[in-house]
């Protein structure tokens, strides 16, 4: 007992000279008197404490990563207020969050893997599967996962040409499926284009291409779809196909920072999946607090999404109105043709109006993509947008 008080003392001296100052914080519920010295908890304030910025800085409009600035909703905030009180421990809530999605896509829990935002489990999807083969895509899609996962393999993303629409053409992945895919990954809808594909033409294409490799279809964007029940690919997986389909709740629910996204697959796989990353340790306490509480949350999902699509109709009418072409988009971000201008430079001169937005993916050097956000947000890239136009011009 004595050695752990002198450990604590010790530790809060130390705490002075290296974090910063000191401040005495009184203990609720108890007396002033008592609070002066021994009854008060020393409250660490870190020297850099002014520097700390846990969102984007007052009159930024953020529009660059997809994110989606109306969560996280009230009951996750509650939840997460009292999840962060147990942070001490490891989670264990998160064969309650299975359940909850097993319920719903009318699966089995151990149909199921969690991890940190769905970046995780698709991670080690990729690891695993270009331990046999590469991992055949359209030209543009979210490839950040795949990238990492096949860093230290032998194969790698192998992508179809470019279409004149921007489209995924499933026909021409169907075909170029060989014997070494060891999977081919469709994102639905598309990022960074935003375009989303026929449910009907995508479904037969599963059923036909799962019979020769595994097919990925990550869904981040299915809830800001017109009929989400329709585009979704996860009814398959019950089927029996080789389907592995990726969620999130960093869109919809609002809930980027906080990490938390999934897999649906057969189990088998799920399981195979498992040994490539740690799974539900990976998570935190407030984040799988969050996912619980806003998961069935209908008021908040509907309230999400009027908000996204009346930004994203905001955006369209004024990048029609300047003469860009926009794509249509079914997500919360659209990608415009910005005709003869170059995107990156595009992006710079929208920052210097505290605009921030993508710049250039691969060779599309006049596509630029803008999130929707918080509607001020979304008027603040409307007013930019002549001016850096007249600019550039
Ligand atoms: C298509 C797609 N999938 C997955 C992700 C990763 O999201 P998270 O790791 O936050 O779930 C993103 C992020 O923007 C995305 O666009």
């Not at 319920?103 to 199921?112: A, D, L, S, Y």
């Not at 055949?136 to 490839?143: A, V």
């Not at 996860?234 to 996204?261: C, D, H, Q, W």
């Not at 697959?265 to 340790?281: C, R, T, V």
């Amino acid at each position: 007992m004595k050695n752990n008080a002198i450990s604590r003392r010790t530790l809060l001296k130390g705490a002075l000279f290296t974090a910063g100052s000191v401040i005495a914080a009184p203990v609720i519920g108890q007396s002033s008197k008592t609070n002066s010295v021994i009854g008060s908890i020393p409250r660490i304030v870190p020297s850099n404490a002014q520097n700390i910025s846990y969102g984007p800085a007052f009159g930024i409009a953020k529009l660059n990563a997809n994110e989606n600035p109306y969560g996280p909703s009230p009951l996750a905030l509650r939840a997460m207020e009292e999840a962060i009180k147990m942070g001490s421990y490891y989670v264990q809530e998160v064969p309650r969050l299975k359940q909850m999605i097993a319920e719903r896509n009318n699966v089995t829990p151990e149909h199921i893997i969690i991890g940190s935002g769905s970046s995780a489990p698709l991670q080690w999807l990729a690891t695993k599967v270009t331990q046999e083969g590469h991992i055949l895509g359209p030209d543009l899609f979210w490839d950040t996962t795949s990238k990492m996962g096949s860093m230290n393999s032998e194969y790698g993303i192998e992508r179809l040409d470019k279409t004149a629409d921007l489209a995924i053409d499933l026909d021409n992945m169907y075909n170029n499926i060989t014997s070494t895919t060891g999977m081919v990954q469709v994102t639905n809808p598309n990022n960074p284009t935003g375009l989303p594909l026929s449910p009907k033409a995508l479904k037969s294409f599963c059923k036909k291409a799962s019979k020769k490799t595994i097919v990925l279809v990550d869904e981040a964007y299915n809830e800001l779809t017109d009929d989400p029940d329709a585009n979704t690919m996860i009814p398959l997986i019950k089927e029996g196909y080789n389907v592995v389909v990726a969620r999130t709740f960093s869109k919809i629910y609002g809930l980027a920072g906080m990490r938390v996204g999934y897999l649906i697959a057969d189990p088998e796989m799920i399981e195979k999946i498992s040994s490539f990353g740690l799974g539900d340790y990976s998570l935190n306490q407030a984040g799988v607090a969050a996912a619980i509480a806003s998961y069935n949350d209908e008021t908040f999902l509907k309230y999400s999404k009027e908000k996204i699509v009346e930004a994203r109709d905001m955006l369209q009418d004024a990048v029609r109105e300047n003469g860009l072409k926009p794509l249509s988009t079914s997500t919360n971000f659209m990608y415009v043709d910005l005709g003869s201008l170059n995107a990156e430079e595009f992006r710079k001169e929208m920052e210097k109006e505290r605009v921030l937005i993508r710049g250039i993916y691969q060779d599309y050097v006049n596509w630029s993509r803008v999130s929707t956000g918080k509607i001020a947000d979304v008027k603040q890239y409307i007013r930019a947008l002549p001016r850096v136009l007249d600019r550039m011009s």
